[in-house]
């Protein structure tokens, strides 16, 4: 049975054309998908991401099963309301799923979890967690929206409480805090996002996530679907979990070993295996192409390199560049010139660096 968000009906009488997401009825776009991109780049725009998963970690002894339960190290979290992007790996060094970690308290930590990967994320952690007698719980009782670009941030700090809005100001980036709309309702409000752009992702309790959505709105923040969210992450050199990587593929192999920490005295689950890629080296590595001809780079396309044959994993066209881009896996080593088989023509296309566009701007090279 195809699952709704409380904003459902709203998206729906805000001219949404909805699809099926992973058992989600959820927006596609409000009649522009494009349009809904460079509203983000050059403005704001809001999503519905109510839903990801929300659960708390609670007792004496999370930090500890965190540093067990994760590739990257806990112990970075040092400050309350600082946050950790980070992968859950299984014993091969596949990841199970990527998460964002949220300090809050020694007895207190929140994750945040694809929606997609709901069932089998709990049941996996629901079954590490019991050796560390830690609680895991569930938040269905929340919506969550993030509002994104470089407007964002001072649409919604407008609309919380005069008394939060400094806090919230000079909130830095990968952090979060607890506080107050003007309406007195509270939220946890992360300086996350999943665009490449600055802004808020804002956990609200559900029934006050309608009113909420509704005032942004008011404010002039205009709504945009799962297309320019894919958009706009994937010119920003975003994984999206079961396209860019799953439990065949390690970080090393979906460009993320930046979140891997090997730090002395903590055996996380998959580290051996990610210890002896780090020294044998990964048989295939992610890059970032861009297509200069006319064409859609897709999903699935071959991608042949001097090494051998990889594919597209996440492909489109940019709205920011006005091109094809696409991140592939091919095998490891120089890869030579690189060419995309679309429909049995072998198209060349350029290897560079991503992210694509950082807060806006393509980068150099692009």
Same mark, same amino acid.
């Given at each position: 049975?195809?699952?709704?968000?409380?904003?459902?009906?709203?998206?729906?009488?805000?001219?949404?054309?909805?699809?099926?997401?992973?058992?989600?009825?959820?927006?596609?776009?409000?009649?522009?998908?494009?349009?809904?991109?460079?509203?983000?780049?050059?403005?704001?725009?809001?999503?519905?991401?109510?839903?990801?998963?929300?659960? *708390? %970690?609670?007792?004496?002894?999370? #930090? &500890?099963?965190?540093? +067990? $339960? @994760?590739? /990257?190290?806990?112990?970075?979290?040092?400050?309350?309301?600082?946050?950790?992007?980070?992968?859950?790996?299984?014993?091969?060094?596949?990841?199970?799923? *990527? %998460?964002?970690?949220?300090?809050? #308290? &020694?007895?207190?930590? +929140? $994750? @945040?979890? /694809?929606?997609?990967?709901?069932?089998?994320?709990?049941?996996?952690?629901?079954?590490?967690?019991?050796?560390?007698?830690?609680?895991?719980?569930?938040?269905?009782?929340?919506?969550?929206?993030?509002?994104?670009?470089?407007?964002?941030?001072?649409?919604?700090?407008?609309?919380?409480?005069?008394?939060?809005?400094?806090?919230?100001?000079?909130?830095?980036?990968?952090?979060?805090?607890?506080?107050?709309?003007?309406?007195?309702?509270?939220?946890?409000?992360?300086?996350?996002?999943?665009?490449?752009?600055?802004?808020?992702?804002?956990?609200?309790?559900?029934?006050?996530?309608?009113?909420?959505?509704?005032?942004?709105?008011?404010?002039?923040?205009?709504?945009?679907?799962?297309?320019?969210?894919?958009?706009?992450?994937?010119?920003?050199?975003?994984?999206?979990?079961?396209?860019?990587?799953?439990?065949?593929?390690?970080?090393?192999?979906?460009?993320?070993?930046?979140?891997?920490?090997?730090?002395?005295?903590?055996?996380?689950?998959?580290?051996?295996?990610?210890?002896?890629?780090?020294?044998?080296?990964?048989?295939?590595?992610?890059?970032?192409?861009?297509?200069?001809?006319?064409?859609?780079?897709?999903?699935?396309?071959?991608?042949?390199?001097?090494?051998?044959?990889?594919?597209?994993?996440?492909?489109?066209?940019?709205?920011?560049?006005?091109?094809?881009?696409?991140?592939?896996?091919?095998?490891?080593?120089?890869?030579?010139?690189?060419?995309?088989?679309?429909?049995?023509?072998?198209?060349?296309?350029?290897?560079?660096?991503?992210?694509?566009?950082?807060?806006?701007?393509?980068?150099?090279?692009?």
């Amino acid at each position: 049975m195809t699952q709704k968000t409380i904003l459902n009906d709203t998206h729906r009488a805000m001219g949404a054309k909805m699809v099926d997401f992973g058992g989600w009825d959820m927006p596609i776009h409000y009649g522009s998908q494009i349009d809904e991109h460079h509203q983000v780049r050059r403005d704001v725009g809001m999503f519905d991401v109510s839903h990801m998963t929300v659960v *708390d %970690l609670q007792g004496a002894r999370v #930090r &500890e099963f965190l540093r +067990r $339960l @994760v590739a /990257n190290s806990v112990d970075k979290l040092q400050k309350p309301g600082k946050a950790l992007y980070t992968c859950m790996l299984n014993p091969q060094g596949g990841v199970i799923d *990527d %998460l964002i970690i949220y300090f809050m #308290r &020694e007895d207190w930590f +929140r $994750l @945040v979890v /694809n929606a997609a990967t709901r069932e089998k994320d709990l049941a996996w952690i629901n079954a590490q967690a019991v050796e560390f007698a830690v609680s895991v719980k569930e938040r269905p009782e929340f919506g969550m929206v993030a509002v994104q670009g470089p407007n964002a941030r001072a649409r919604v700090i407008a609309l919380l409480r005069e008394a939060d809005r400094e806090a919230a100001d000079k909130l830095a980036r990968f952090a979060a805090l607890e506080a107050q709309t003007v309406d007195g309702v509270e939220v946890f409000l992360a300086r996350t996002g999943y665009t490449g752009e600055d802004g808020f992702e804002i956990i609200i309790p559900e029934k006050h996530t309608v009113d909420f959505w509704n005032a942004l709105a008011a404010a002039g923040v205009k709504p945009a679907g799962l297309g320019a969210r894919d958009t706009l992450r994937l010119e920003a050199g975003m994984n999206l979990y079961g396209q860019d990587m799953d439990e065949t593929v390690s970080p090393y192999e979906a460009a993320l070993g930046w979140t891997v920490a090997l730090d002395e005295g903590r055996d996380f689950n998959g580290r051996a295996a990610l210890e002896k890629q780090k020294a044998e080296g990964v048989p295939r590595q992610m890059l970032g192409i861009v297509m200069d001809e006319k064409g859609v780079l897709r999903h699935g396309q071959k991608v042949l390199s001097a090494n051998g044959e990889g594919e597209v994993l996440s492909g489109t066209f940019s709205p920011t560049l006005g091109k094809a881009i696409a991140l592939v896996r091919v095998p490891a080593g120089e890869p030579g010139a690189l060419r995309v088989d679309i429909r049995g023509r072998e198209v060349p296309v350029r290897q560079v660096k991503f992210p694509f566009v950082r807060e806006g701007k393509v980068q150099d090279g692009i």
